[in-house]
């Protein structure tokens, strides 16, 4: 899989990225089997092998435990770790967390975004982690306080570069003339079934301050994907002619749906890399066919028409 420079830093990322959210199996780690972390563990290694070079993670991921598995696979293969780059994520914090009253919020003081750091690098066994994002935007956030974690771990040794997730353009231009270091991700859902970046500034945000955009649910949770089964038992017809039209330039490629759509995000000039969250190691690998097709602007526009279920204006 070709590779791509990450924003104005000089990490250089694969065209697509591995998302772990799905690695434990579970939400809870007290739902998570000894079958469930295996499979989790042989995706992480499905996808290393196929070419993914960047990999996704947060402290909410299952509680911590998704990022205790990534670390076990990099004890398994010690080469692993000087070929990829590992990014995570802090600020949400869950419901009963110190205390039992304490409710579902979000977190960017400068004591916990460096403690949830010190936290993700001792479950992953590493001493960095190449990219740190902030995951959702706290409303009490205060960006002197954000920019003086991501300082201290920059200087420490711990953190290589910082990114946001979800973030408004707005709120993206607000945290940026605080930090003393570029911000170079940005992490948003964005797929043929979710558009919005296209038309609220976020994409256009990216192109001009030089922020990789990590498209999150690029596959709108795989009801876009190659398997028919997970799409709606009643499909809205403009999601019907989607995948319809998604499948007629398929066939029309020889490759899966899959492909077309994670192909379609990757023709952007934004450069977008979006991260697959599949366990199965047939989908991985059929993912990372896209990093290789390259759709024409007709075909791009084609599949934009049917996602708007209505022509261009």
């Known amino acids: 899989m070709e590779g791509i420079q990450l924003g104005k830093s000089s990490l250089i990322s694969s065209r697509l990225a591995y998302g772990c ?21 042989a995706a992480i290694v499905a996808a290393y092998e196929s070419g993914f070079t960047l990999f996704d993670n947060a402290d909410v991921y299952c509680s911590g435990l998704a990022e205790t598995i990534f670390g076990q696979v990099l004890t398994q293969i010690p080469e692993m770790r000087s070929r990829i780059l590992i990014a995570s994520k802090c600020g949400i914090r869950k419901k009963g967390d110190p205390y039992s009253d304490s409710p579902y919020r ?18 992953m066994g590493v ?8 995951h959702r935007p706290d409303y009490l956030c205060n960006p002197e306080e954000v920019a003086q974690a991501f300082d201290e771990l920059k200087k420490s ?10 973030f408004r353009p707005t709120q993206v231009a607000m945290l940026q003339k605080f930090c003393p270091m570029p ?39 795989g009801r876009l994907g190659k398997n028919p089964n997970k799409n709606s038992a009643t499909p809205h017809p403009v999601e019907l002619n989607l995948l319809e039209t998604l499948d007629s330039v398929g066939e029309g490629r020889g490759v899966s749906r899959t492909v077309i759509a994670l192909a379609w995000l990757l023709k952007h000039p934004s450069n977008i890399i979006p991260i697959i969250g599949s366990t199965n190691p047939a989908n991985i690998k059929d993912a990372a066919d896209a990093g290789e097709m390259h759709l024409t602007r007709d075909e791009w526009y084609r599949l934009m028409a049917a996602a708007q279920g209505d022509r261009l204006p």
């Open 106 to 123: 979000y977190d960017f003081s400068s004591d916990y975004i460096v403690a949830s750091c010190n936290q993700s690098l001792k479950r």
């Open 157 to 166: 040794g711990k953190v290589r570069e910082f990114g946001i997730s979800n």
């Open 127 to 134: 001493e960095t982690i190449d990219i740190y994002m902030l």
């Open 21 to 41: 959210w799905r690695l434990a199996g579970a939400s809870e780690p007290q739902e998570v089997t000894e079958e469930s972390a295996t499979r989790g563990a």
């Open 183 to 221: 911000l170079i991700v940005h992490q948003v859902e964005i797929s043929l079934a979710k558009i919005d970046a296209f038309h609220d500034g976020t994409l256009d945000q990216c192109l001009t301050d030089g922020l990789a955009p990590l498209a999150w649910s690029p596959l709108d949770g």
